[in-house]
T-cell receptor, first 112, second 114 residues
């Protein structure tokens, strides 16, 4: 069945370091891909999305490119801040369905 | 900014008891969802609800689960007879109109079954 795999955490970085969180997916057809973020004590918030191959989603300095050839949607940020500390979830949604299929989440801690 | 709220933030119950988890979706949204995350595992879809009926459900959503929108603002998930394996974080979400719209999530309710 359809699934999402993302790198295990936790990830600990120093402020201003480069961030990559890997995400790969398995799905038939052409899913939409998402990154959600959960800050402590809050709900999941949509960070960015891409709906077709080669689309790049971006928001708050984060980027991810929909790579159909490698079935990947890796999250990147050039310079992380302490305020980026959160849990990041990769997810997909099939075109004809509403429900999201999530990865396990990756906890990011950024140290000053 | 409107947000989805959930109560309680943490619920502890004895195995076999009934629990009701409550959610208040964003007021003009039409689609409602429940997801859960067992500790250390993936966030899993349970059910979606539209126009006062279930529109999709996963195989997890068996007869012990039910959903309801009792008063036009609340959206509830009932678990009739809780099991130890129901211990998880339960997330409610809502979206404005089409099923493919962005889903807005609540902070979750942590359910602990003893």
């Amino acid at each position: 069945g359809d699934s999402v795999t993302q790198m295990e955490g936790p990830v600990t970085l120093s402020e201003e370091a480069f961030l990559t969180i890997n995400c790969t997916y398995t799905a038939t057809g052409y899913p939409s891909l998402f990154w959600y973020v959960q800050y402590p004590g809050e709900g999941l918030q949509l960070l960015l999305k891409a709906t077709k191959a080669d689309d790049k989603g971006s928001n708050k300095g984060f980027e991810a490119t929909y790579r159909k050839e490698t079935t990947s949607f890796h999250l990147e940020k050039g310079s992380v801040q302490v305020s980026d500390s959160a849990v990041y979830f990769c997810a997909l949604r099939k075109g004809s369905q509403g429900n999201l299929i999530f990865g396990k989440g990756t906890k990011l801690s950024v140290k000053p | 900014e409107p947000e989805v709220t959930q109560t309680p933030s943490h619920q502890v119950t004895q195995m076999g008891q009934e629990v009701i988890l409550r959610c208040v979706p964003i007021s003009n949204h039409l689609y409602f969802y429940w997801y859960r995350q067992i500790l250390g595992q993936k966030v899993e879809f349970l059910v979606s609800f539209y126009n006062n009926e279930i529109s999709e459900k996963s195989e997890i959503f068996d007869d012990q689960f039910s959903v309801e929108r009792p008063d036009g603002s609340n959206f509830t998930l009932k678990i009739r007879s809780t099991k130890l394996e129901d211990s998880a974080m339960y997330f409610c979400a809502s979206s404005p109109g089409q099923r493919t719209d962005t889903q807005y999530f609540g902070p979750g309710t942590r359910l602990t079954v003893l």
